[in-house]
């Protein structure tokens, strides 16, 4: 049974250490991109997937954001490469779409738990976007302190997912080409921030440092059932 691991690197001159996460994205039966790091929570499904590939990481630090480029196996797809790279880009630009429209109506939700509304009114705002809150339909309580709770973490976290993404670029790349492609379709050099275009460089032992441009080597990997 194959693990899920993730690589600490240590620069060798600033000392800095950088996650490598091991990230890989598949996608499924809805035609969605999905995203994962433990092989054996995703290998069934990834093996049978249509278009596959790996994420490389980074950070640029000339316009501070996270970088991941999502690097397409020609390979072991159906599809070909304008096709995959057209099916990639909408499934992520959809995916962030849903995200901050989960967190739109997750704020209209604390409202009316926040006023104290009566329980129906807020179980039918549930089911009519069942698609935002199906583990709070599934586990719906009467408790407003619970309720309250529950809905504060949800907030909470999906205030740093939106974060997370207003502070990551993406970019996709097929394997062995020289270029990357960014979500408005604009062709830029390879290795190269789809934000600002300046040259950057990836979390790997083969890489140089993104903070000062020095050796990086593993100091420890990170094994997670």
Same mark, same amino acid.
């Given at each position: 049974?194959?693990?899920? =691991? ?5 620069? !060798?001159? +600033? ?8 990230? *890989? ?26 278009? /596959? ?5 980074? #950070?640029?630090?000339? +316009? ?5 480029? *999502?690097?397409?196996?020609?390979? $072991? ?19 962030? =779409? #849903? ?14 738990? %926040?006023?104290?509304? #009566?329980?129906?009114?807020?179980? $039918?705002?549930?089911?009519?976007? @069942? ?13 407003? @302190? ?9 907030? !909470?976290?999906?205030? =740093?997912?939106?974060? /997370? ?11 062995? $080409?020289? #270029?990357?492609?960014?979500? $408005? ?16 460089? *990836?979390?790997? @032992? ?10 990086? *080597?593993?100091? %420890? ?5």
């Amino acid at each position: 049974m194959q693990m899920t =691991h993730h690589i600490i690197y240590r620069c !060798e001159k +600033c000392k800095s250490k950088l996650i490598s996460r091991n990230l *890989f994205f598949y996608l499924n039966y809805e035609n969605e991109i999905k995203v994962a790091s433990s092989p054996t929570l995703a290998m069934e499904e990834s093996k049978s997937s249509s278009l /596959t590939g790996i994420i490389k990481e980074t #950070f640029c630090t000339n +316009c501070n954001k996270d970088i991941q480029v *999502f690097e397409i196996d020609l390979e $072991n797809s159906l599809y070909s490469c304008q096709d995959a790279v057209d099916l990639l880009k909408d499934s992520l630009i959809e995916r962030r =779409h #849903f995200i901050e429209e989960k967190y739109k109506k997750s704020l209209k939700l604390h409202k009316l738990i %926040k006023k104290r509304r #009566f329980v129906l009114e807020i179980y $039918n705002f549930l089911l009519e976007n @069942e698609r935002y809150f199906k583990d709070l339909i599934n586990n719906f309580t009467t408790d407003y @302190e619970l309720l309250e709770d529950k809905n504060y973490i949800k907030l !909470e976290y999906l205030n =740093h997912l939106i974060k /997370t993404y207003d502070k990551t670029k993406y970019a996709i790349s097929i394997r062995n $080409n020289d #270029f990357f492609i960014s979500l $408005n379709d604009v062709k830029i050099r390879k290795n190269t921030c789809p934000n600002c275009l300046k040259e950057i460089s *990836f979390i790997d @032992e083969n890489e140089i440092c993104p903070l000062c441009g020095n050796r990086l *080597f593993i100091d %420890k990997v990170i094994y997670i059932d």
